[in-house]
């Protein structure tokens, strides 16, 4: 496959910094103990977030306007992901209400479809095959939780929808295994020692601040991924750690999938935002590529010398 | 790296739009519809079929967590509302799940459910927890105590029948009580206008804020909220009523066609939550009735004006043309990109 430009490194990273920064830092920063000296680099560092955000957007619109270039050959594709553009530009202006959210949220369910479609006849394996459908499950399960108030709403059917909390929760336990199906297509015994040790951070961390104090810690998840963190908490630091694993496994290696999870993690979990839910579906794009897929032109190490495990997860 | 001018250029694009903010990304929140009927509203009956003609949403809530006093384990996670307009006035139905009925303040020990309706009146969205300085906001709280209040006075012997008092001055009955004290004269409180103390016509409570430490009652005759609560069953279910116009300008002035935000706050009581212990949520948009302008608004209601162009203009405008230059630019990058990767 022809090598991807070197945007979607530059929209990943942002997209990460937009993630980490805004709405996971300066969030937390508000219930840490300021002096007067500190608030100056507390501002700083809001601002540095919000300038994060918006060139994490600003990559977001020129990667639809890419993705519908690459496309063009396929004129369904192209148009949904040139509706798509349309669409968040145009609520720019005027965010889509009524039967426009209607439109909206069926028009990411349409392309999630031909996403996982695509997955499916494009992977070489079974694993990446199960990583993509809870992938799209998840963001399925999002856009369908947004959609169906917007339903009611539109149609002035009586509400609340039913079932909304039972959707949610099914979307959030989509969310948490979904790292483990990735880390089965990673291969655990061909990730690095290295990258074992360096994921137990985030997953220590996660869990020290549980312990600590869960209710600030689920407050957190909430702004930072949109999890509410229902289920047994054991489970999401493993997750965490099975993500944070196969994350820098994939970088290193550079396989696609491993920016395709940074971006539709920093996307979140049901976001709001266009721009996030934009990274999300660029973000499962990548993942319909044929696996493994570079993202730069020229590696910037040498290549490694195959293993057996290398080529291994080549023929998934 | 490839491309460094690329990404240079686009870098400091980014700087500019964050600098003179101009936003790249816009969200559809929840938005409560009003429903227009021609009856009067059914401002005391939760079961009225009228009800049905709204559409109800569920509006998450979660524990105020930004300043002190703050519980984070609060119990009402979500809030069910609904609201129905007539040509004068517009009434909002709340219900959310509380598996007590936590009506009484008399002992220090106990606390009352509640539930507060929240509306900016400044253009936009303050910061949801109770506003900020200068953009205030207009706050209809709803009691449980004085919605029982209303039905029968709760005072000490309501929750200490048996209770006995050696002496009160100037009590004519054999085994004095306060019951006894209906002069104003012995009840200072009461005769000083306080509305705690006052004779409850209205279970709501309507007020104002600009931040935290803020929130200020509105004087007695600028009480205009109505309500009415009920509980059954393990719920709640609250009406608000008002009329759409007001002549307090510490109130929000509503008309037909507009867009408003409002968010709301719950307490149970049997959580001894109170105070800034409470479960709140983000703002939602209140559309009531079909959208005759573009924009939300918290303008005073006016004689009915001609389409507000120059509004449009001021605003769009300038998105517009931030618009067309970031497609464009997303276009031409997009030919850049693909030329620098052909071999």
Same mark, same amino acid.
């Given at each position: 496959?022809?090598?991807?430009?070197?945007?979607?490194?530059?929209?990943?990273?942002?997209?990460?910094?937009?993630?980490?920064?805004?709405?996971?830092?300066?969030?937390?920063?508000?219930?840490?103990?300021?002096?007067?000296?500190?608030?100056?680099?507390?501002?700083?560092?809001?601002?540095?977030?919000?300038?994060?955000?918006?060139?994490?957007?600003?990559?977001?619109?020129?990667?639809?306007?890419?993705?519908?270039?690459?496309?063009?050959?396929?004129?369904?594709?192209?148009?949904?992901?040139? /509706?798509?553009?349309?669409?968040?530009?145009?609520?720019?202006?005027?965010?889509?209400? !009524?039967?426009?959210?209607?439109?909206?949220?069926?028009?990411?369910?349409?392309?999630?479809?031909?996403?996982?479609?695509?997955?499916?006849?494009?992977?070489? !394996?079974? !694993?990446?095959?199960?990583? #993509?459908?809870?992938?799209?499950?998840?963001?399925?399960?999002?856009?369908?939780?947004?959609?169906?108030?917007?339903?009611?709403?539109?149609?002035?059917? @009586?509400?609340?929808?039913?079932?909304?909390?039972?959707?949610?929760?099914?979307?959030?336990?989509?969310?948490?295994?979904?790292?483990?199906?990735?880390?089965?297509?990673?291969?655990?015994? /061909?990730?690095?020692?290295?990258?074992?040790? @360096?994921?137990?951070?985030?997953?220590? #961390?996660?869990?020290?601040?549980?312990?600590?104090?869960?209710?600030?810690?689920?407050?957190? $998840?909430?702004? +930072?991924?949109?999890? %509410? @963190?229902?289920?047994?908490?054991?489970?999401?630091?493993?997750?965490?750690?099975?993500?944070?694993?196969?994350?820098?496994?994939?970088?290193?290696?550079?396989?696609?999938? !491993?920016?395709?999870?940074?971006?539709?993690?920093?996307?979140?979990?049901?976001?709001?935002?266009? $721009?996030?839910?934009?990274?999300?579906?660029?973000?499962?794009?990548?993942?319909?590529?044929?696996?493994?897929?570079?993202?730069?032109?020229?590696?910037?190490?040498?290549?490694?010398?195959?293993?057996?495990?290398?080529?291994?997860?080549? $023929?998934? | 790296?490839?491309?460094?001018?690329?990404?240079?250029?686009?870098?400091?694009?980014?700087?500019?739009?964050?600098?003179?903010?101009?936003? @790249?990304?816009?969200?559809?929140?929840?938005?409560?519809?009003?429903?227009?009927?021609?009856?009067?509203?059914?401002?005391?009956?939760?079961?009225?079929?009228?009800?049905?003609?709204?559409?109800?949403?569920?509006?998450?809530?979660?524990?105020?967590?930004?300043?002190?006093?703050?519980?984070?384990?609060?119990?009402?996670?979500?809030?069910?509302?609904?609201?129905?307009?007539?040509?004068?006035?517009?009434?909002?139905?709340?219900?959310?799940?509380?598996?007590?009925?936590?009506?009484?303040?008399?002992?220090?020990?106990?606390?009352?459910?509640?539930?507060?309706?929240?509306?900016?009146?400044?253009?936009?969205?303050?910061?949801?927890?109770?506003?900020?300085?200068?953009?205030?906001?207009?706050?209809?709280?709803?009691?449980?105590?004085?919605?029982?209040?209303?039905?029968?006075?709760?005072?000490?012997?309501?929750?200490?029948?048996?209770?006995?008092?050696?002496?009160?001055?100037?009590?004519?009955?054999?085994?004095?009580?306060?019951?006894?004290?209906?002069?104003?004269?012995?009840?200072?409180?009461?005769?000083?206008?306080?509305?705690?103390?006052?004779?409850?016509?209205?279970?709501?409570?309507?007020?104002?804020?600009?931040?935290?430490?803020?929130?200020?009652?509105?004087?007695?005759?600028?009480?205009?909220?109505?309500?009415?609560?009920?509980?059954?069953?393990?719920?709640?279910?609250?009406?608000?009523?008002?009329?759409?116009? +007001? &002549?307090?300008?510490?109130?929000?002035?509503?008309?037909?066609?507009?867009?408003?935000?409002?968010?709301?706050?719950?307490?149970?009581?049997?959580?001894?939550?109170?105070?800034?212990? &409470? $479960?709140?949520?983000?703002?939602?948009?209140?559309?009531?009735?079909?959208?005759? %302008? #573009?924009?939300?608004?918290?303008?005073?209601?006016?004689?009915?004006?001609?389409?507000?162009?120059?509004?449009?203009?001021?605003?769009?405008?300038?998105?517009?043309?931030?618009?067309?230059?970031?497609?464009?630019?997303?276009?031409?990058?997009?030919?850049?990109?693909?030329?620098?990767?052909?071999?």
């Amino acid at each position: 496959m022809r090598p991807l430009p070197p945007l979607w490194r530059w929209l990943a990273c942002a997209a990460l910094a937009d993630w980490l920064i805004t709405r996971s830092l300066t969030r937390a920063a508000i219930h840490m103990p300021k002096p007067a000296w500190l608030i100056p680099g507390y501002e700083g560092l809001a601002w540095f977030g919000q300038f994060a955000s918006t060139f994490a957007a600003l990559l977001g619109f020129i990667t639809l306007g890419w993705l519908v270039w690459h496309t063009r050959r396929s004129w369904g594709e192209a148009g949904l992901w040139g /509706s798509l553009l349309a669409f968040n530009a145009a609520s720019l202006l005027i965010a889509p209400a !009524g039967l426009w959210a209607v439109l909206y949220h069926g028009l990411l369910l349409l392309i999630l479809t031909l996403l996982l479609t695509q997955a499916w006849r494009n992977a070489s !394996g079974w !694993g990446m095959r199960l990583a #993509a459908t809870f992938t799209a499950v998840s963001l399925a399960t999002g856009a369908l939780y947004q959609l169906r108030p917007a339903l009611y709403t539109a149609f002035g059917w @009586l509400g609340p929808a039913p079932f909304t909390l039972e959707l949610f929760n099914l979307g959030e336990a989509s969310v948490t295994l979904t790292p483990f199906a990735f880390w089965l297509v990673a291969r655990p015994p /061909s990730i690095a020692r290295r990258h074992f040790a @360096l994921a137990l951070i985030p997953a220590l #961390a996660f869990t020290v601040a549980h312990l600590a104090n869960p209710s600030m810690t689920a407050i957190l $998840s909430v702004w +930072s991924t949109g999890l %509410t @963190l229902y289920l047994p908490w054991p489970l999401y630091a493993l997750s965490l750690y099975a993500a944070s694993a196969t994350v820098l496994h994939a970088l290193e290696h550079d396989f696609a999938f !491993g920016w395709a999870l940074l971006l539709v993690a920093s996307g979140g979990y049901a976001p709001q935002l266009g $721009s996030q839910i934009a990274f999300a579906l660029l973000g499962m794009w990548l993942l319909t590529q044929p696996d493994p897929a570079p993202v730069r032109e020229a590696p910037m190490r040498p290549t490694p010398k195959p293993t057996k495990e290398i080529s291994e997860l080549a $023929s998934l | 790296m490839k491309h460094p001018r690329l990404f240079l250029t686009l870098l400091m694009l980014a700087g500019l739009l964050t600098l003179f903010k101009v936003p @790249l990304a816009s969200s559809q929140g929840l938005t409560l519809m009003a429903a227009k009927i021609t009856a009067a509203l059914p401002v005391t009956d939760p079961a009225a079929a009228a009800w049905q003609q709204a559409t109800a949403i569920e509006v998450p809530l979660s524990a105020q967590n930004i300043t002190k006093p703050m519980f984070l384990s609060t119990r009402v996670k979500a809030i069910t509302v609904r609201a129905l307009y007539n040509e004068a006035e517009i009434a909002f139905l709340v219900e959310w799940a509380d598996d007590t009925k936590n009506d009484s303040m008399v002992r220090v020990q106990d606390f009352r459910d509640a539930v507060a309706l929240q509306f900016p009146l400044v253009e936009g969205q303050p910061f949801f927890c109770m506003g900020q300085i200068g953009s205030n906001v207009n706050l209809w709280h709803w009691k449980a105590d004085w919605q029982a209040d209303i039905a029968a006075r709760q005072d000490m012997e309501t929750a200490y029948p048996n209770m006995n008092v050696d002496f009160y001055p100037f009590a004519k009955t054999a085994f004095p009580s306060p019951a006894d004290y209906a002069d104003p004269n012995y009840v200072p409180a009461l005769a000083a206008g306080n509305l705690f103390a006052a004779v409850h016509t209205s279970p709501v409570e309507d007020l104002i804020a600009g931040g935290f430490g803020s929130i200020t009652s509105q004087g007695a005759a600028g009480q205009n909220v109505q309500g009415f609560g009920a509980w059954a069953n393990g719920k709640w279910r609250v009406i608000f009523n008002r009329a759409l116009t +007001s &002549k307090e300008t510490a109130d929000l002035q509503m008309s037909a066609g507009k867009q408003y935000f409002m968010a709301l706050a719950a307490w149970d009581g049997a959580n001894n939550e109170r105070n800034g212990m &409470k $479960s709140t949520s983000q703002w939602i948009t209140l559309q009531v009735g079909a959208p005759a %302008t #573009a924009g939300p608004t918290t303008r005073p209601a006016e004689t009915q004006q001609p389409y507000d162009f120059t509004g449009v203009l001021l605003m769009g405008v300038p998105m517009l043309l931030v618009t067309l230059a970031v497609l464009g630019l997303a276009g031409a990058l997009t030919v850049l990109a693909n030329f620098g990767n052909r071999k």
